[in-house]
């Protein structure tokens, strides 16, 4: 008995010789059950890709977390994103004061926190290997120089009158915390002042609930005693806060460890907006930072790593921290080593720097001014004519003084001929030139006038400020 073939052979041997080949030569491709992606070959061997939506989610889902991780590296939370609210307040921007405790009292933490705060563990870890607190204790400056800058400062330029002289008095009497509480009695004053003169009888300012005053007094005796670890969720919150000014008083800031003021201060440059970092850096930073040097002759490795933190948002350090210690007047010399020594290790945008060089060029001058300049002229910019030409002024401005300036002035003075020598007109040349004949240092004005002498003319005689404006800041966006 003869058996049939099967029906397949036979439609498979019932095709054209041609075609069979064809069949034979190419490997058949295999369908998967999970395929997610279709090739579309159109005449031309033009090919598109058609992604399923599960496909896409994933992608998006893989997309958001790295972004989430990039962020979480350089210091951002998703906290920053939210609007601010106020505990005592109405409306929109009003939170319940038994909603707001009942979220204080939570004590789960969001994962992504987590992660930014072991990130952050290991960069302390990191930074503690490779510190040496040399450069920041500022043993070259003796207590022998302090007193001469002192002496120095107390004397009254000859040619002027006594209004222009000024006496540097160092009061240690009230602490910090004296400070922050005049503060604020001083601000609510002015509220109380308002709220008096307002016609209407139902604008009393509303008050906190006992509650969360309570609560906030248990976190400022969490951060007196903090070494490591979370820190209470009631504090995460504060920079995102309306009302957060009174809230941190109630911590007693005066009492935080300095771990503790590292984390606050990490909190406020990664969450809080531009005036709220600028305000908490000029009245919790600052103080305890020249306290601590003014104590212990140093500076401590956890307030060292708070200044660098605060440098994220670069214009509010300037605004809350260095443009207030320079105007204060009283800044020693060792607290402008310090800080001038992290300056210089940090990356700082040549617009920033160039602002705030401006603001230092035209205080009245004390040693400490001389340091910060030093050192922002030492980073090299490409800087605007502007600032070029406010840093000569500065300098001409003791072309007549009869005082013979300390080392600080002409070390700061070499510095700026050798970096901007070439950058400089005829004019501000025997500008400068006449005042070094003025103020005459043994070993550095000869070695300033060298440097006057074998620079370059850029600028002929009938280039104007405007195209100089523009050719430096042409230099500076090229080396940004």
């Known amino acids: 008995m003869v058996k049939k073939r099967p029906s397949s052979t036979r439609s498979h041997h019932s095709l054209p010789l041609d075609e069979e080949v ?8 295999k369908k998967t059950s999970g395929q997610s992606v279709i090739m579309n070959v159109s005449q031309d061997d033009e090919s598109s890709v058609v992604v399923d939506d599960r496909t896409s989610k994933k992608i998006l889902s893989i997309a958001k977390k790295q972004q989430d ?46 992660n930014a705060d072991l990130k952050d563990e290991m960069i302390l870890e990191s930074e503690r290997k490779l510190w040496d607190g040399t450069d920041l204790n500022a043993e070259d400056v003796t207590e022998e120089e302090e007193k001469v800058m002192k002496e120095f400062m107390k004397m009254t330029p000859q040619g002027e009158g006594k209004s222009q002289a000024k006496t540097v008095i160092f009061s240690n ?15 609510r004053a002015e509220v109380d002042d308002a709220v008096s003169q307002s016609q209407t009888a139902d604008t009393s300012s509303p008050q906190l609930d006992e509650r969360i005053i309570a609560v906030y007094k248990g976190v400022g005796e969490v951060m007196s005693k903090y070494r490591s670890g979370k820190i209470p969720k009631a504090f995460k919150v504060l920079p995102v806060l309306l009302d957060w000014e009174p809230l941190l008083f109630l911590t007693k800031p005066h009492q935080w460890t300095a771990a503790a003021m590292y984390q606050a201060t990490r909190r406020f440059s990664a969450s809080a907006n531009e ?29 060292y790593m708070a200044l660098k933190k605060a440098l994220f948002k670069i214009g509010a350090f300037f605004k809350g921290f260095l443009l207030p210690l320079c105007e204060e007047g009283d800044c020693t010399l060792r607290e402008a080593v310090i800080i001038s020594s992290i ?15 401006l603001k230092i060029a035209e205080m009245q001058w004390n040693g400490a001014n001389s340091i910060f300049l030093k050192t922002f002229f030492n980073k090299k910019y490409a800087l605007p004519f502007r600032v070029i030409d406010a840093s000569v002024h500065h300098f001409l401005s003791f072309k007549d003084d009869q005082r013979n300036f300390p080392v600080l002035w002409h070390q700061c003075f070499l510095t700026f001929v050798q970096r901007y020598k070439n950058s400089l007109s005829n004019e501000q040349k025997e500008q400068l030139m006449r005042l070094a004949q003025r103020q005459y ?14 620079s370059i003319n850029k600028f002929p005689e009938n280039y104007t400020q405007k195209e100089a404006d523009d050719e430096n800041m042409s230099e500076a966006s090229t080396m940004n």
């Open 173 to 187: 009497q009230e602490s910090i915390y004296d400070k922050y509480m005049e503060a604020l009695a001083l601000k």
């Open 275 to 303: 005036k709220i970092a600028q305000r908490f850096y000029n009245l919790v930073l600052l103080p305890r930072v020249r306290d601590d040097i003014q104590e212990y002759k140093k500076l401590n490795f956890f307030l």
């Open 343 to 357: 300056l210089a290790k940090c990356s700082i945008p040549v617009l920033h720097s160039s602002a705030a060089m």
């Open 69 to 114: 991780e990039i962020g979480m590296e350089l210091g951002y939370a998703e906290v920053a994103k939210r609007k601010q609210f106020s505990l005592s307040g109405s409306g929109e921007s009003g939170v319940r004061s038994e909603e707001m405790h009942e979220e204080l009292q939570e004590n789960e933490d969001d994962p992504d926190d987590e």
């Open 441 to 454: 240092h043994a070993h550095i004005t000869p070695m300033v006038q060298r440097e006057l002498q074998v």
């Open 22 to 29: 064809e069949q034979s030569r190419l490997a058949k491709q």
